[in-house]
């Protein structure tokens, strides 16, 4: 889904963490870098690493199993632009798949309600409106605000209650 943006300046760390041997894979992608992990430190660790080695100016989290439509970034870049804003996020649609006696995977239904709506501090007290792979922010609210809490359960509430203090987010309207 990467290599199918329609924004043209991205670059992917792909942070395998403990995984099996991927580099074939990465390298197939000019825009990538592999970092390999050893042992497995846990997912936040593995985004803490990516954002450590990244050199562009917008950071995006992006789960091994989430996917990006193909205009996700460049409606995000556009979004920030237009407002001002240094986060822009969209809406987020979760697949549920159940796995069949046989080993087949089957949805099993939608919801487009869990991640549909702009984040407001008050909401981030209850649960984050806000997937991971949803953002986009510029690197200064990580370095202003810090990163995700690397040992704690509520890692994505929390975050989002601390950088809501300080910053607008834009958002678009759009899964």
Excluded at 93 to 118: K, S
Excluded at 139 to 158: A, F, Q, T
């Amino acid at each position: 889904c990467l290599a199918a943006q329609t924004y043209p300046n991205i670059e992917a760390l792909v942070v395998n963490d403990g995984g099996e041997p991927i580099d074939d894979v990465v390298a197939a992608f000019p825009f990538a870098r592999l970092i390999d992990k050893r042992p497995n430190a846990g997912a936040l660790r593995a985004t803490l690493t990516g954002w450590e080695n990244a050199r562009g100016e917008y950071i995006g989290l992006l789960p091994d199993d989430d996917w990006l439509n193909p205009d996700h970034v460049e409606r995000l870049m556009n979004a920030m632009v237009r407002s001002g804003a240094r986060i822009a996020h969209t809406a987020g649609l979760l697949r549920y798949m159940e796995r069949l006696e046989n080993g087949a995977w089957v949805t099993t239904g939608f919801n487009a309600t869990t991640f549909c709506q702009t984040v407001f501090p008050s909401d981030c007290l209850i649960s984050t409106t806000i997937g991971g792979h949803q953002a986009l922010m510029h690197r200064s609210v990580y370095e202003d605000v810090g990163w995700y809490l690397l040992d704690s359960e509520i890692s994505d509430n929390e975050i989002h209650i601390r950088i809501s203090e300080r910053y607008f987010y834009a958002y678009d309207d759009h899964v």
